[in-house]
């Protein structure tokens, strides 16, 4: 049986995005010339509730068998469509997507007649792939009840006991002896003021008497293996080796405080100059005494240095150890690019306290941008109030400091507002620092195959749409190991990835991806050349010939392409699909009103 | 060798090449968005054609773009170590090797086919990978197989 297709093209301005640089109508008009295409519209945003419905909406009207949305990028938002399709009664691999905003208006926003152009391609090569496409129906994998949880800091701990509340059995592990993480070394909490202590030990109590909990600490993970609702974690600890087998993963496994290089702001010269982290050891230890003066500089390290991807060109793998280190030496030297967002609430807080335990003490917080979001503005009036001194500099021409000859510090810096040289004499001068990645998180990341962001984080899959998601199904991220957190930003995104990792578990079973290989019979010789390369041992020479395991297979193609005989396709990436978009391409005068096999 | 290039074109230096670019979803393709987002800039002359894994590429895949008048082909992979699937690229370079030389004996300038590695957070490599070999194959010239036809 076959069918003749029916394609629905939508293109999206997204807002500006696509719109502001590519002639969204004119690309509208062009679609509806395509060969196969008997509906073309454009939307603000196709991804919208009403963009949704108008898909919805054209299917039906217009008895559409085929979708092509030309808008971002599928690996964000094909789920999102396809879900919609589902919805719609089309089966979701009758969709496929034009990216013509990452790839296209995104990186020509100075020539938006060849991005026209271009565009237009793009969405004849997705039509022409369109029209071939077939359906397919999605296996089923079982997942297991279980999670690991890698780090035991306040975001690890709180998503461990969530789960583990849920009745969900948890591995928490934590490479240091004591759990915990940044938090437990934090003195006071902004904006409440309460001791970090009053907020972790009671987590970290429950943590270590919750039954459904099974807490691993000076361990570390060594590899893993496997697949969304099947992962196999090799796991190194004092005990030896131990493997677990887990559906969900949880990396929580935090993040570092930057430490400024020997000299900068004099830093590891004179004895006074110190981190906000070393002040808070001083106050926790109440060791700061009756200073006359405390001088805070703020962004030491952080908003410094170019921002430029985490480029890590390694070339062998071997060397990504090397290289890295290099990176991160760089870095200290040079600075991080990113706000690290706590660092004004934390100069505030600890502002704050000295003020209440030695109100004398003048206390001036150098800044070149203050950034004091939601409820903190009000914790900047309390300490405006205290008559904490803010003094907004001159970024480019950074503070100088100096000793005079009492042994006190001089730190001089321009003022932003009159441009003029201000000097402070002080007892102290305390350095604001950003929160980095650990030196080890691209190497957490590349075994777990999640990608890192510019700033040297691991990246969600969408940082709107999914937020403790990975690229990786299966795979959470919670805490500081996605970029700078506080205490309670921390305990919700671990609350969030232990939700979604529930999700899957407690539906027991997921549906994945339908892209698959599969065998002809007819045509398989029985060389077993598949079973050879296939890393998954999917394909399987029985009776002579190939039998690929669904469930098995990853869905990379490789089989597909070594084949000697042709037997085997890959679902949704057969040979004429991909060939038809390089074909529509090149020859677009070729492209014909198809026939295709209607599943 | 098939010369493909007209003086008058090159002088004119108006030749804008046409390259596909066969994109592993999980790296480079990750990558081209990621410069996408990064808004690097790179010449308008590319156009991907996604694939889940580098693996997947068969040879015909190349050399039937460059059949069907592409100016030059890319194929862009994970790094070695990093492929999404532990393995199709190591099998891709193997076959890139073959993949080569059969464009050598067809007649095809070998420099029109690259074999690049791009992870999903080096959109400024997949930024300059672009510039890059867009400027090569406008050196280069036009496919001498080319029979394209512009769309209106």
């Given at each position: 049986?076959?069918?003749?297709?029916?394609?629905?093209?939508?293109?999206?301005?997204?807002?500006?995005?696509?719109?502001?640089?590519?002639?969204?109508?004119?690309?509208?008009?062009?679609?509806?010339?395509?060969?196969n295409?008997?509906?073309?519209?454009?939307n603000?945003?196709?991804?919208?509730?009403?963009?949704?419905?108008?898909?919805?909406?054209?299917?039906?009207?217009?008895?559409?068998?085929?979708?092509?949305?030309?808008?971002?990028?599928?690996?964000?938002?094909?789920?999102?469509?396809?879900?919609?399709?589902?919805?719609?009664?089309?089966?979701?691999?009758?969709?496929?997507?034009?990216?013509?905003?990452?790839?296209?208006?995104?990186?020509?926003?100075?020539?938006?007649?060849?991005?026209?152009k271009?565009?237009?391609?793009?969405?004849?090569?997705?039509?022409?792939?369109?029209?071939?496409?077939?359906p397919?129906?999605?296996?089923?994998?079982?997942v297991?009840?279980?999670?690991?949880?890698?780090?035991?800091?306040?975001?690890?701990i709180?998503?461990?006991?969530?789960?583990?509340n849920?009745?969900?059995?948890?591995?928490?592990?934590?490479?240091?002896?004591?759990?915990?993480g940044?938090?437990?070394?934090?003195?006071k909490?902004?904006?409440?003021?309460?001791?970090?202590?009053?907020?972790?030990?009671?987590?970290?109590?429950?943590?270590?008497?919750?039954?459904?909990?099974?807490?691993?600490?000076?361990?570390?993970?060594?590899d893993?293996?496997?697949?969304?609702?099947?992962?196999?974690?090799a796991?190194?600890?004092?005990?030896?080796?131990?493997?677990?087998?887990?559906?969900?993963i949880?990396?929580?496994?935090?993040?570092?405080?930057?430490?400024?290089?020997?000299?900068?702001?004099?830093?590891?010269?004179?004895?006074?100059?110190?981190t906000?982290?070393?002040?808070?050891?001083?106050?926790?230890?109440?060791?700061?005494?009756?200073?006359?003066?405390?001088?805070?500089?703020?962004?030491?390290?952080?908003?410094?240095g170019?921002?430029?991807?985490?480029?890590?060109?390694?070339?062998?793998?071997?060397?990504?150890?090397?290289?890295?280190?290099?990176?991160?030496?760089?870095?200290?030297?040079?600075?991080?690019?990113?706000?690290?967002?706590?660092?004004?609430m934390?100069a505030?807080?600890?502002?704050?306290?000295?003020?209440?335990?030695?109100?004398?003490?003048d206390?001036?917080?150098?800044?070149?941008?203050?950034?004091?979001?939601?409820?903190?503005?009000?914790?900047?009036?309390?300490?405006?109030?205290?008559?904490?001194?803010?003094?907004?500099?001159?970024?480019?021409?950074?503070?100088?400091?100096?000793?005079?000859?009492?042994?006190?510090?001089?730190?001089?810096?321009?003022?932003?507002?009159?441009?003029?040289?201000?000097?402070?004499?002080?007892?102290?001068?305390?350095?604001?620092?950003?929160?980095?990645?650990?030196?080890?998180?691209?190497?957490?990341?590349?075994?777990?195959?999640?990608?890192?962001?510019?700033?040297?984080?691991?990246?969600?899959?969408?940082?709107?749409?999914r937020?403790?998601?990975?690229?990786?199904?299966?795979?959470f991220?919670?805490?500081?190991?996605?970029?700078?957190?506080?205490?309670?930003?921390?305990?919700?995104?671990?609350?969030?990835?232990?939700?979604?990792?529930?999700?899957?578990?407690?539906?027991?079973?997921?549906?994945?991806?339908?892209?698959?290989?599969?065998?002809?019979?007819?045509?398989?010789?029985?060389?077993?050349?598949?079973?050879?390369?296939?890393?998954?041992?999917?394909?399987?020479?029985?009776?002579?010939?190939?039998?690929?395991?669904?469930?098995?297979?990853?869905?990379?193609?490789?089989?597909?392409?070594?084949c000697?005989?042709?037997?085997?396709?890959?679902?949704?990436?057969?040979?004429?699909?991909?060939?038809?978009?390089?074909?529509?391409?090149?020859?677009?005068a070729?492209?014909?009103?198809?026939?295709?096999?209607?599943? | 060798?098939?010369?493909?290039?007209?003086?008058?074109?090159?002088g004119?230096?108006?030749?804008?090449?046409?390259?596909?670019?066969?994109?592993?979803?999980?790296?480079?393709?990750?990558?081209?968005?990621?410069?996408?987002?990064?808004?690097?800039?790179?010449?308008?002359?590319?156009r991907?054609?996604?694939?889940?894994?580098?693996?997947?590429?068969?040879?015909?895949?190349?050399?039937?773009?460059?059949r069907?008048g592409?100016?030059?082909?890319?194929?862009?992979?994970?790094?070695?170590g990093?492929?999404?699937?532990?393995?199709?690229?190591?099998?891709?370079?193997?076959?890139?090797a073959h993949?080569?030389?059969?464009?050598?004996?067809?007649?095809?300038?070998?420099?029109?086919?690259?074999?690049?590695?791009?992870?999903?957070?080096?959109?400024?490599?997949?930024?300059?990978?672009?510039?890059?070999?867009?400027?090569?194959?406008?050196?280069?010239?036009?496919?001498?197989?080319?029979?394209?036809?512009?769309?209106?």
């Open positions: 049986m076959s069918e003749k297709p029916r394609i629905g093209v939508f293109i999206c301005h997204c807002g500006i995005n696509i719109g502001g640089v590519v002639n969204v109508p004119e690309l509208t008009e062009y679609a509806k010339t395509l060969p295409v008997v509906y073309a519209e454009h603000l945003y196709t991804c919208s509730e009403a963009g949704l419905t108008t898909i919805e909406k054209a299917i039906k009207e217009h008895n559409l068998n085929r979708v092509v949305v030309a808008s971002c990028t599928p690996r964000t938002h094909e789920p999102l469509f396809k879900a919609k399709c589902r919805e719609s009664g089309l089966n979701p691999y009758l969709f496929e997507m034009a990216n013509i905003r990452d790839q296209c208006s995104w990186v020509h926003m100075h020539e938006p007649e060849k991005a026209t271009k565009a237009k391609d793009l969405i004849r090569m997705a039509v022409a792939k369109a029209a071939l496409l077939e397919q129906t999605e296996p089923e994998v079982e297991k009840d279980a999670s690991l949880v890698v780090g035991a800091g306040i975001a690890g709180t998503a461990a006991l969530s789960m583990a849920q009745g969900f059995k948890v591995y928490l592990i934590e490479k240091e002896k004591e759990l915990g940044l938090t437990s070394k934090l003195y909490l902004y904006p409440t003021l309460a001791d970090s202590s009053e907020v972790i030990d009671p987590l970290i109590e429950a943590v270590k008497s919750h039954g459904n909990i099974e807490l691993m600490t000076s361990t570390d993970l060594k893993v293996s496997g697949y969304i609702g099947n992962f196999t974690a796991l190194t600890g004092p005990d030896g080796d131990k493997e677990v087998n887990v559906g969900t949880i990396v929580a496994s935090g993040a570092s405080n930057y430490t400024p290089p020997k000299g900068l702001y004099q830093y590891g010269i004179y004895d006074h100059v110190v906000q982290r070393e002040l808070d050891e001083m106050l926790k230890k109440g060791k700061i005494g009756e200073p006359e003066r405390i001088v805070m500089i703020q962004c030491v390290g952080a908003r410094k170019e921002i430029r991807p985490f480029e890590l060109e390694a070339f062998p793998k071997s060397d990504t150890a090397e290289l890295l280190r290099k990176i991160l030496k760089a870095r200290k030297e040079e600075g991080w690019p990113y706000c690290s967002r706590i660092c004004c934390n505030i807080k600890n502002a704050i306290l000295v003020k209440e335990s030695s109100p004398k003490t206390i001036v917080v150098l800044f070149g941008d203050l950034r004091v979001y939601k409820e903190y503005e009000d914790f900047y009036k309390r300490a405006r109030d205290l008559e904490v001194r803010f003094v907004r500099h001159i970024e480019e021409a950074p503070p100088e400091i100096t000793r005079t000859s009492e042994g006190k510090l001089q730190v001089m810096a321009y003022d932003s507002l009159s441009g003029l040289e201000v000097k402070f004499l002080a007892d102290w001068v305390v350095l604001s620092t950003p929160i980095i990645p650990n030196k080890d998180e691209v190497l957490l990341a590349r075994m777990l195959k999640v990608p890192i962001g510019t700033d040297g984080f691991m990246m969600e899959a969408h940082l709107k749409l937020p403790v998601d990975t690229n990786v199904d299966g795979v991220i919670a805490g500081t190991v996605s970029g700078p957190k506080d205490v309670s930003e921390s305990i919700i995104s671990g609350e969030a990835a232990a939700g979604r990792a529930s999700i899957l578990m407690g539906n027991r079973k997921v549906k994945t991806d339908a892209i698959t290989a599969l065998a002809d019979e007819d045509l398989c010789v029985g060389c077993g050349l598949c079973e050879e390369i296939c890393p998954y041992g999917a394909p399987k020479i029985e009776n002579g010939k190939s039998k690929i395991r669904e469930i098995l297979c990853r869905g990379c193609g490789t089989c597909a392409a070594e000697p005989s042709q037997a085997i396709t890959m679902r949704h990436y057969k040979d004429h699909q991909v060939l038809a978009q390089v074909k529509a391409l090149l020859m677009p070729g492209m014909k009103e198809a026939e295709v096999p209607n599943g | 060798m098939v010369k493909g290039t007209s003086e008058e074109e090159k004119q230096n108006k030749f804008e090449p046409v390259i596909v670019a066969y994109c592993c979803n999980w790296c480079s393709y990750a990558g081209a968005d990621l410069a996408g987002t990064s808004r690097f800039e790179y010449p308008t002359n590319v991907i054609v996604r694939v889940m894994c580098t693996g997947r590429i068969d040879p015909t895949f190349v050399l039937e773009a460059l069907d592409a100016d030059g082909v890319i194929v862009a992979g994970c790094h070695p990093d492929c999404h699937y532990q393995k199709g690229n190591f099998m891709m370079e193997k076959r890139f993949i080569k030389k059969a464009v050598e004996t067809i007649g095809f300038e070998p420099e029109r086919v690259k074999l690049e590695w791009i992870s999903a957070s080096e959109g400024g490599k997949f930024a300059a990978l672009i510039r890059e070999t867009t400027e090569q194959i406008r050196q280069l010239g036009p496919n001498p197989f080319r029979t394209i036809q512009e769309p209106k």
